[in-house]
């Protein structure tokens, strides 16, 4: 006689969309068991063993898919930048609004003046619409702080919101973003502050998961964010990078050398650093709301990280300035519209690859057993019905760690 497996709480009656492999591997009428936040075991319903569980929910048909992940976000930040959008779109530009003021550094300065709390407060905000259309997991960076204080500020801050609502936070410390006011001309100086001081207090304060940093013309140089990974590799932490946003720096290639988590943006990679992320399993994490917002004309190379086999991410890049995203469900269709991704891709670029851009692909990204019990019930009949709809809020059930977040 079999003795029936315990367990907390099963869910069954819906197709599960497992995401293995980063492929749909849908499981028709399927049965998840989750015992201690965990998934202990899932299949199909009629093949379901003998289990005791303490809860049992039954949706009438839809689809199961993995909790979302967000991967790449600047949701914490002072400010408000509404106003530039408005400038840009009535001629005034870029160079102009950044004369006045604006740009990045307005963000620094109200970041740098919001109190802690105040910042909480807004990022919480923002963090609810992405929470109600299912992520379950949220990457947030800091880099509009720019100085040592401001930097652990806003990493604080990320960390404590993981406190208060029910969705995984993972944090990097982005301190090598832009160059601050007070270091104007100086950009090597400001990094000797970023790796001798800001890198070793986030570490020695345990408020980061990564490190990344902006290789761009306008921002730092390969040679600079050399050293910033250097400073990572001594701190013991993964790095990523912001590359080949606006200009071929070859810093994709530079990410892989280090075995970068990810490499993101990409519009302007070419096939040797697209060869370089490959052998290193550096992801490819898409922004797709930065290309529409920016209007930019020049698509990451799809086709090649086909070809060499680069994971695909896709992300918000929820940000005051290029990306005010607060819906990663858009995203899913701007990657396919704008980017030409199918929806398959562009459902494993929230899951099964956002999880490996993060470096938690063992215990996220996928429906298997032994991984968390991160989860969302959609009543869709087919998983592209995600990318599919524009707008609008689709009902869900989420459950997080195994229980339903309210």
């Known amino acids: 006689m079999s003795i029936a497996i315990q367990c907390d709480s099963l869910w069954q009656g819906a197709d599960i969309v497992t995401m293995q492999g980063g492929k749909y591997q849908i499981i028709h009428d399927g049965a998840i068991a989750v015992q201690q936040g965990k998934i202990i075991w899932l299949g199909p319903r009629n093949e379901l063993p003998s289990i005791n569980a303490h809860q049992v929910t039954t949706f009438s048909a839809g689809i199961i898919t993995p909790g979302l992940i967000d991967c790449h976000t600047h949701l914490v930040f002072g400010g408000d930048r509404s106003h530039e959008f408005e400038q840009r779109l009535n001629g ?17 300065n109200a970041t740098r003046n919001t109190p802690e709390l105040q ?5 919480m905000a923002r963090l609810h619409p992405l929470l109600a259309e ?12 720019l100085d040592l204080e401001s930097e652990l500020k806003m990493l604080r801050v990320a960390r404590q919101l993981a406190e208060l609502a029910a969705v995984e936070v993972k944090t990097t410390c982005l301190a090598a973003h832009a160059l601050p006011p007070e270091y104007h001309g100086r950009s090597d100086d400001y990094i000797d502050l970023v790796v001798n001081q800001i890198i070793p207090a986030v570490a020695s304060a345990g408020l980061a998961d990564a ?22 590799q001594q701190a013991q932490l993964p790095v990523k990078l912001h590359a080949e946003q606006l200009s071929a720096l070859g810093g994709s290639s530079l990410a892989a050398r280090y075995r970068a988590l990810s490499a993101d943006h990409l519009e302007y990679v070419n096939e040797k650093d697209v060869i370089a992320m490959a052998s290193a399993g550096t992801v490819a994490v898409l922004l797709p709301g930065a290309y529409y917002l920016l209007r930019e004309t020049q698509c990451p190379p799809i086709e090649l990280f086909r070809q060499h086999g680069v994971p695909i991410a896709i992300a918000s890049d929820a940000n005051p300035g ?3 995203a607060l819906s990663l469900r ?15 891709e562009a459902l494993a670029g929230v899951t099964y690859h956002a999880a490996t851009a993060l470096g938690i692909q063992q215990t996220q990204g996928s429906l ?17 019905q995600l990318a599919y709809w524009l707008g609008g809020q689709l009902p869900c059930s989420v459950i997080f760690r195994g229980a339903l977040r309210r």
């Open 92 to 108: 005034v530009s870029y160079a102009e609004i950044a004369a006045q003021g604006g740009g990045i550094l307005s963000t620094v």
């Open 119 to 123: 910042l909480q407060q807004q990022a």
């Open 134 to 145: 299912g992520v379950t997991c949220i990457e947030i960076k800091s880099g509009y702080g």
């Open 211 to 232: 490190v990344d940093a902006f290789c761009e013309h306008l921002a730092f140089s390969p040679v600079q964010v050399e050293r910033v990974f250097n400073a990572a």
């Open 322 to 324: 290029t990306s005010p």
């Open 330 to 344: 858009l995203m899913l269709n701007m990657a396919c519209t704008l980017f030409r991704l199918t929806p398959e």
């Open 368 to 384: 298997q057993v032994g991984k968390l019990a991160n989860f969302v019930h959609w009543p869709l009949e087919r998983p592209a």
